[in-house]
C-alpha cells in the first residue's frame, strides 16, 4: 500500500538552507532533532509526519511504500519526504510496532544472509530492507532528477495511484508544482552528483530501532549500486535512534571507511537495543559516531556500545527496569540496560530540550 500527502505551507528558508548547507561528516543538533522528529512520527502515517516536518519548517510532499508478507516475516515501511524546492529529500524507515508480531519476527531472525558482496548482516533487516528497495531507489532517483516523488509513485504501473491528501492550510493548492519531470523513470545521475537549479541537494535517511538498522542498509546500498553513485555526494547524514548492530565485523569495517562519518548514532540513556544481536548469535558490530543522552542533550562517546552477551538475561534485566521507571520507590536500583529507554518519545525529546508536550505542537 502506497500513499502521499502533500503539504501546502511556505517553510521558513533557513531549515531547508541549514540542512541542505550542512558540511559533510558534521553533526548538527537542529538536523538531529528534525530528523528524530521524522523517524518518531514514522509511526503514524504519511500525511501526519508530512504535516509534522511542515510545522517544523519543511513544507513537503511526503510518499510512503509499505511491503508486507507475514510468511516471509516482513511487514515494513518506508517514507520519502521531498521539500516543495526539491532541494532536500529525507528518506525514513518506521521502526518496530509494538503490536506487530511479525515485526518481531524480523528483528528475531538474526540468522546472516550476505550482503552483496561484502561481509554478513542480520538476515531479518536485510530482507525487510530488499523488499522496499526497488520501489525507493526508483523515488531516490526521481527526487534526484527534480521530479516529484508522488508523480513518480503514479508513474509506476506496478503500484496504486498517489492521491494527495488534505494539506496543512486547507485553502492551499494541493497539487506539487508543475516543474520538474513526470517520467517515474528518471534520467542516471551524473557520477559527481551535480544538482542543477531544483533538483536534490541533499539527502538524509533516518530511522527508530528496526528502522535504524534499515536506514544503515539504505545507506549501504547506495554505496554499493552503480546506478546510484550519483546519490553519494547528496548524501549529508544518516541519523538513527536505538539501532541495534546491523552486520558482522567485515561489512561493519568496509562501509565504516565508506560512509561511516556520516553516520550518527544516538542512544538514550540504558537502552538495550543498541547492544542487540546478543553475542551468542554471532559476532556483530557498530559503526559510525556514537552520541549518548545527557541532561544537556546528545553528546559523543569515544567507544561505541558493546552486544549483550546472552538475550534471556537482557530481556529480564531490561523488563525489570522498565518496572522499576514506574514505581519511584525503586529508583535507588542501577540496572546496566532498560526496554523503557528505547521509547522513541525519549529520543525526540532528548534531541529537542524543549518542554514535555511540545513533539505535538
Request: charged share 20%; aromatic share 8%.
Given at each position: 500500500m502506497e500513499s502521499a500527502t502533500g503539504t501546502?505551507?511556505?517553510?521558513?528558508?533557513?531549515?531547508?538552507?541549514?540542512?541542505?548547507?550542512?558540511?559533510?561528516?558534521?553533526?548538527?543538533r537542529d538536523t538531529a532533532y528534525i530528523l528524530a522528529a521524522a523517524s518518531a512520527w514514522t509511526y503514524s502515517d504519511a500525511d501526519a509526519l508530512g504535516r509534522m516536518l511542515t510545522r517544523r519548517g519543511i513544507a513537503n510532499e511526503c510518499v510512503s511504500v509499505e511491503f508486507k508478507n507475514d510468511a516471509l516475516f516482513v511487514d515494513s515501511t518506508a517514507y520519502v519526504v521531498q521539500s516543495h524546492d526539491r532541494r532536500l529529500a529525507i528518506l525514513c524507515f518506521s521502526g518496530t510496532e509494538p503490536r506487530n508480531h511479525i515485526d518481531w519476527l524480523t528483528d528475531a531472525s538474526v540468522r546472516a544472509d550476505t550482503f552483496p558482496s561484502v561481509g554478513n548482516v542480520h538476515g531479518g533487516f536485510y530482507r525487510a530492507t530488499a523488499a522496499l528497495w526497488p520501489v525507493m531507489r526508483d523515488l531516490l532517483r526521481a527526487a534526484a532528477s527534480g521530479a516529484s516523488v508522488c508523480r513518480a509513485l503514479e508513474a509506476d504501473q506496478a503500484l496504486r495511484s498517489c492521491p494527495l491528501r488534505g494539506s496543512l492550510d486547507r485553502g492551499a493548492e494541493q497539487r506539487p508544482a508543475e516543474d520538474g519531470p513526470r517520467s517515474g523513470d528518471p534520467p542516471p545521475l551524473t557520477e559527481e552528483g551535480d544538482a542543477p537549479a531544483g533538483q536534490l541537494e541533499a539527502l538524509y535517511i533516518t530511522g527508530h530501532s528496526l528502522g535504524g538498522a534499515l536506514a544503515?542498509?539504505?545507506?549501504?546500498?547506495?554505496?554499493?549500486?552503480?546506478?546510484?553513485?550519483?546519490?553519494?555526494?547528496?548524501?549529508?547524514?544518516?541519523?538513527?535512534?536505538?539501532?541495534?548492530?546491523?552486520?558482522?565485523?567485515?561489512f561493519a569495517r568496509h562501509f565504516g571507511e565508506k560512509f561511516g562519518k556520516k553516520l550518527f548514532?544516538?542512544?538514550?540513556?540504558?537502552?538495550?537495543?543498541p547492544r542487540l544481536p546478543p553475542i551468542t548469535t554471532g559476532r556483530f558490530s557498530h559503526f559510525g559516531q556514537e552520541y549518548a543522552s545527557t541532561s544537556a542533550g546528545w553528546a559523543e562517546q569515544e567507544r561505541p556500545v558493546t552486544q549483550a552477551i546472552k538475550m534471556s538475561l537482557c530481556t529480564a534485566i531490561g523488563l525489570l527496569a522498565w518496572v522499576r521507571d514506574q514505581l519511584p520507590g525503586l529508583s535507588w536500583l542501577r540496572l546496566p540496560v532498560s526496554w523503557g529507554d528505547h521509547a522513541p518519545l525519549y529520543y525526540l525529546r532528548t534531541s529537542q530540550a524543549a518542554h514535555p508536550g511540545s513533539e505535538f505542537e
Open positions: 501546502g505551507r511556505e517553510p521558513p528558508k533557513g531549515v531547508i538552507d541549514q540542512m541542505v548547507n550542512a558540511e559533510e561528516g558534521v553533526y548538527d544503515v542498509l539504505a545507506a549501504a546500498l547506495i554505496y554499493s549500486e552503480r546506478q546510484l553513485a550519483g546519490l553519494r555526494p547528496l548524501l549529508k547524514g544518516v541519523y538513527t535512534y536505538g539501532q541495534p548492530m546491523v552486520g558482522g565485523p567485515t548514532r544516538h542512544i538514550y540513556g540504558n537502552d538495550i537495543v
